[in-house]
């Protein structure tokens, strides 16, 4: 049986999004699932998300916000909303859950596919990959034709041929052979593209297709579960317009 493979991330606690997802995994015929990391941060439902990720079994990255709740890094710079947060999700979360965030993996390569939070030129720091520029130094580091991530909450395709890098605009294709692709799944839980719907993609082994999915949620039920936390109330706004 072939392997169809849902790569998701950027999930940020939200469950409502996590949910519909998931349950579009299952019309796709998904046999295996994914993750790039960011589990938790900015909606309020982190226990519910990690849970059902666990579940799943599968290999799962270390994003920045899984970090930042799960270390002792300091605030101080922080954005207030972004700060306020993380330090919400801490007080959320019980020990053996911070622990199982911290320990995460940077990196994962499994079925001759690898899996980074934000880029493979440092993948401990978080850089953004927003251009060719950026993806280039990432191509330097990849070691296997084909590399998902996020962090940027934008889907992406970025190649990477002879005669230099592209960027491409989301869109289902398939992989020829002999190019490298670092292809960026965009947000489960807060796209930022300036569509609200949630974002994953679904990656068909044998036939080297890359399709990528966008999906309608109860976005007010998710605003409603910010402002009952008593997180910033920007958070629950930006959903509504994916920014
Ligand atoms: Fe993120």
């Known amino acids: 049986m072939g392997k169809i ?3 998701l991330g950027d999930i940020h606690a939200n ?19 994914l993750c790039t990391g960011d589990v938790v941060g900015y909606n309020a439902a982190p226990s519910e998300c990690m849970k059902v990720i666990r579940e799943l079994g599968c290999p799962v990255v270390k994003g920045n916000h899984d970090h930042y709740v799960s270390s002792d890094q300091n605030l101080d710079d922080f954005h207030p909303n972004a700060a306020a947060v993380v330090r919400w999700t801490r007080e959320q979360l019980d020990a053996e859950e911070i622990d199982w ?12 596919i690898t899996l980074v939070h934000s880029t493979m030129d440092n993948p401990e720091t978080f850089g953004y990959v927003f251009d060719h520029f950026q993806a280039e130094a990432n191509f ?22 002879v005669a230099g890098v592209y960027r491409i605009d989301p869109q289902d294709f398939k992989l020829p052979i002999g190019r490298k692709y670092f292809i960026n799944v965009g947000s489960v839980g807060q796209p930022r593209d300036r569509d609200p719907r949630a974002t994953y993609v679904v990656y068909d082994f044998l036939a080297r297709t890359v399709k990528f999915r966008r999906l309608e949620y109860d ?19 930006r959903l509504a317009v994916g920014e």
């Open 101 to 112: 965030l911290y320990n995460l993996p940077f990196v994962v390569t499994q079925m001759g």
């Open 140 to 161: 330097i580091c990849q070691k296997t034709p084909l590399c998902f991530h996020g962090h940027t909450h934008v889907p992406m395709i970025y190649e990477k041929q």
């Open 219 to 237: 976005v007010e039920a998710a605003q409603e579960r910010i402002r009952l936390a008593g997180l910033p109330s920007r958070l629950a706004e």
């Open 15 to 33: 469950i409502d999004a996590l949910n519909v997802v998931l349950d579009d995994c299952r019309k796709e015929g998904v046999t295996d699932f």
């Open 5 to 7: 493979i849902a790569i």
